[in-house]
């Protein structure tokens, strides 16, 4: 009896020692994480999707992530959800995902992949330089101070007009006309008589004509009373 009792718990032991390590095994598969999209550019966000975690939180890690992805539940699908951003200067390859739930670090629960080569900053990115003001053209004299051309004068003959006799000609005078010149510089002898010098001249006629007239009729009396 005793012999046979040893034997039973002796393979009992045995069974359970096979088991355990099936049951880790397990254990630790149970966690999954999947990444869409499954290849990412460097800078690229991704989402992390997790499945196996009793709780309704997480954490996933990994060195392709600037920073860890906080998971959560959403909607009661039995899976945790969470966006990362993956490092700019990230090298292409395949990197571990870490989850961390039900407080415990589920190692190589997934994986990462990162293809493209790391992004540089632009050259647009980069303040550019501030541009030397252009000197502005300052404008150039046509003619060189002090050699100048005075402008153009009227000649002597353009500016007086054509002489010519408007006078008779004086008795005595050898000949020569008096040339048109203005009224202030003309002898009023030349110019002859003004209207007033006129009219007097008319009047003075007209009293000798009828002065006359009865010297003449006085004479024609006397010589018939005779």
């Known amino acids: 009896m005793r012999t046979g009792s040893i034997a039973f718990r002796v393979a009992g032991v045995a069974a359970v020692l096979v088991m355990a390590p099936a ?107 501030p541009s030397k003001p252009s000197h502005p053209s300052r404008p150039r004299p046509s003619h060189t101070p002090g050699h100048e051309e005075p402008p153009d004068r009227p000649s002597p003959s353009a500016s007086r007009p054509h002489e010519s006799p408007v006078a008779p000609v004086r008795a005595g005078g050898g000949g020569t006309a008096v040339l048109a010149a203005p009224v202030s510089t003309v002898d009023t002898d030349d110019a002859g008589p003004s209207t007033p010098q006129t009219v007097i001249g008319l009047a003075l006629a007209g009293v000798a004509a009828v002065a006359v007239a009865l010297r003449s009729a006085r004479r024609r009396r006397r010589t018939g009373a005779d």
Request: glycine share 12%; proline share 6%.
């Open 23 to 129: 049951t880790a095994a397990f254990a630790g598969n149970s966690v999954k994480a999947t990444v869409n999209p499954a290849a990412s550019a460097p800078g690229g966000k991704v989402e992390i999707r997790v499945v196996g975690c009793r709780d309704r939180s997480g954490a996933a890690r990994s060195a392709a992530f600037v920073a860890d992805a906080e998971l959560s539940a959403r909607g009661g699908h039995g899976w945790l959800t969470g966006t990362a951003k993956v490092r700019a200067d990230a090298e292409p390859g395949t990197y571990a995902l870490r989850v961390t739930c039900d407080l415990r670090d589920h190692r190589h629960a997934g994986s990462v992949r990162v293809e493209g080569h790391p992004h540089e900053p632009s050259h647009s990115a980069r303040p550019s330089q």
